[in-house]
């Protein structure tokens, strides 16, 4: 049971290098998440998608877009990558409305 | 202030030892409390959910709510080297994953 498998683990881009960052679940999950991780500063959401065929942002979606492919798959893009987006990125899951968000092991960015 | 505040550590006990983890908070409309482990290059998965005020206890592991004081805690007994990681609060005012305020971890190491 894979649970949420995320892709790459590990990137380095220049700056204005543009990348996608995949995400996919196997629990039959309604609700996707993108947060960033950043020393000192909790969890930060990016954007979420509560629901196959609707995204919203969330805390600081700035410099991000989000594609939900289909209710299995939610992926992240920067258009033109930037040193301040050099962070590890989540993807999470969830049932529905509900408490217990699964994550995945996470993708580490740098941009140079 | 931050919405969510923990102290970074790191805390270091010995094995056996009772840790106590806490967390403070500033929005006094949070009525969901949850705590994450993470360990290293993984992403967090649940390890207690509370709602409103109260103690909740699941094996070595119970989480205490003080909602007059606007602070929670994870007490660990009995605490072992695999309980080494990084232990982040999270917190809401609605039952929903887009909600979730994180604290930044408070990163333990239990020495053998």
């Known amino acids: 049971n894979a649970g949420v498998t995320q892709t790459p683990k590990f990137q380095v881009l220049k700056t204005g290098q543009s990348m996608t960052l995949q995400c996919a679940q196997d629990?039959?999950?309604?609700?996707m998440y993108w947060y960033r991780q950043d020393p000192g500063m909790g969890l930060r959401l990016i954007y979420y998608s509560a629901s196959e065929g609707t995204t919203d942002k969330g805390e600081v979606p700035n410099g991000y877009n989000v594609s939900r492919l289909n209710k299995r798959e939610f992926s992240l893009r920067l258009e033109s990558a930037a040193p301040s987006q050099t962070s590890v990125y989540f993807c999470?899951?969830?049932?529905?409305?509900?408490?217990?968000?699964?994550f995945g092991s996470g993708t580490q960015l740098s941009v140079l | 202030q931050k919405e969510v505040e923990q102290d970074p550590g790191p805390l270091s006990v010995p094995e056996g030892a009772i840790v106590s983890l806490n967390c403070t908070y500033s929005?006094?409309?949070?009525?969901?409390f949850m705590w994450y482990r993470q360990y290293s290059r993984k992403g967090p998965e649940l390890l207690m959910y509370?709602?409103?005020?109260g103690n909740k206890e699941d094996g070595r592991f119970t989480a205490q709510v003080d909602k007059s004081s606007k602070y929670i805690s994870l007490f660990i007994r009995d605490s072992q080297p695999s309980d080494s990681a990084t232990y982040l609060c999270a917190m809401s005012l609605f039952n929903y994953g887009q909600n979730f305020v994180f604290g930044p971890g408070t990163r333990l190491s239990v020495l053998p």
């Open positions: 999470a899951s969830s049932p529905g409305a509900d408490e217990k968000l699964f």
């Open positions: 509370t709602y409103s005020s």
């Open positions: 629990m039959n999950h309604n609700s």
């Open positions: 929005n006094s409309a949070f009525q969901y």
